[in-house]
């Protein structure tokens, strides 16, 4: 449990409340935007910083103990995992076909030869 | 106080789960299904300072690798769909 009379564990419920804000603005972000390119920007890299704040707590309020070195393996793991899986799906969708919003302003992957181009690609509404 | 911060992850899922339900594509559940792994694990983080004992962060840990690969998986699947013909 944080004991918010303490400065150490205050500056911890500092951290992860700073977590939970980046998390839960992903979330809105994902529910909010018009495009799954859009989406998977906003979710990713909000909620892999968020979880990152909060991993970054945990090490703080436990040091390099039993928990604490486990934090710091999960910490790794987010950090290299996370947008490595967002890259992976932002592909496949493009080389899918999965339309871009229709007021994106360009389409750089479509324009180097890359995944799906032309009439095979459409747009979708918001 | 962790009680504070394990309410809001859980209305967080709550929103990536409506996008999950709602989603016109496929890709959209993908990506929810992925930043969803995520934010469990950040769960688990908070639940581990909120008991103070070290399974929580062991599931934290298989949770995350555990997500990065079905999140590959969904991606294999989902490059194979051709969703425009």
């Given amino acids: ?126 | 106080m962790t009680v504070f911060l394990l309410l809001g992850l859980v209305a967080g899922g709550f929103l990536v789960l409506w996008r999950a339900l709602r989603g016109p594509t496929p890709a959209d559940r993908t990506v929810s299904v992925d930043i969803l792994g995520v934010l469990m694990v950040g769960f688990c983080a908070v639940l581990t300072v909120h008991t103070g004992r070290d399974l929580y962060m062991i599931v934290g840990v298989a949770w995350s690798l555990l997500a990065f690969i079905g999140s590959l998986a969904l991606a294999k699947y989902l490059e194979g769909m051709h969703y425009d013909a």
């Fill in chain 1, 1 to 126: 449990m944080l004991d918010l009379a303490n400065p150490h564990h205050l500056l911890v419920a500092l951290l992860m409340f700073a977590g939970l804000c980046f998390d839960v603005i992903g979330c809105v972000g994902l529910v909010r935007l018009p495009d799954v390119y859009n989406r998977l920007q906003a979710g990713t890299k909000c909620v892999t910083l968020g979880t990152f704040l909060i991993l970054l707590g945990v090490i703080l309020r436990y040091g390099l103990g039993a928990i604490g070195v486990k934090a710091v393996v999960c910490l790794f793991f987010v950090a290299v995992t996370s947008p490595t899986a967002a890259h992976a799906i932002a592909r496949a969708a493009h080389r899918a076909g999965f339309g871009l919003w229709s007021g994106s302003v360009c389409d750089r992957y479509a324009e180097d030869g890359q995944g799906r181009r032309g009439p095979g690609s459409r747009e979708v509404a918001p």
